[in-house]
């Protein structure tokens, strides 16, 4: 399979193999690379339970709030730990848990339905791995059926649970895009993001207007004409 990764910000599209994917990240520059395909984790990363993780994250960011001078006698910064450690396992970061993975239940595709499939303007909110602040962007989700289908709503909590991790916007895409080719038993899936990285606009550079666009083409979609009807669907309302 080869990966096309586009962004906006540097003006270059590159056309890669699986086994260059980590030169492309590089190349990405700043800090804003990553290692590879897989999000980095321990292998006893679920050693604890999710009670056990969230007492401990509570703890520990009681401590760096303690460390700035904040009061955690005040009434309104006293329960911020315990709403920090709630948030982090239970809601922004629950996609490094594969338990929290959606079930997803293929189904002929009865209908005969044999053209481009597309799904637009997903929405989702994830976080820079490298700052934790927000990354606020849209996906857009294709796939041609290889006799198999998936509900709709089923893409788009595919992009949620692989948002719901420390991410950098690269892997993001080649991560939805990769599972979705396993998913649906096919590599006719493509996948454009464009986001927002709070920490390009809220801080360091502070350019507020840039924005990162994304790219996963596979199979048929590395085909122009292919690729074309894909962007033409996203260009018309
Ligand atoms: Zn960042």
Known sequence: MKLEVQ??????????????????YESVGDEHFSTGLKTPMREDAFALSDGEKKEQ???????????MGLDLTDDSLAGTPHRVAKMYIDEIFSGLNPKNKPSIALFDNSYQYNEMLVEKDITFYSNCEHHFVPIIGKAHVAYISSGKVIGLSKLNRIVQYYAKRPQVQERLTNQIGMDLCELLETEDVAIIIEAK???VSSRGI???TSSTTTAFYGGKFQEVNTKQEFQNYLNHA
Do not use: G
Not at 7 to 24: A, G, R, V, W
């Open 206 to 208: 502070k350019d507020d």
């Open 197 to 199: 990285h709070l920490c």
């Open 57 to 67: 994250i509570a703890d520990l960011f009681s401590q760096i709030m303690d460390v």
């Open 7 to 24: 962004t906006n910000e540097l003006s270059s599209t590159k056309t890669i193999d699986n086994s260059q994917i980590n030169e492309i």
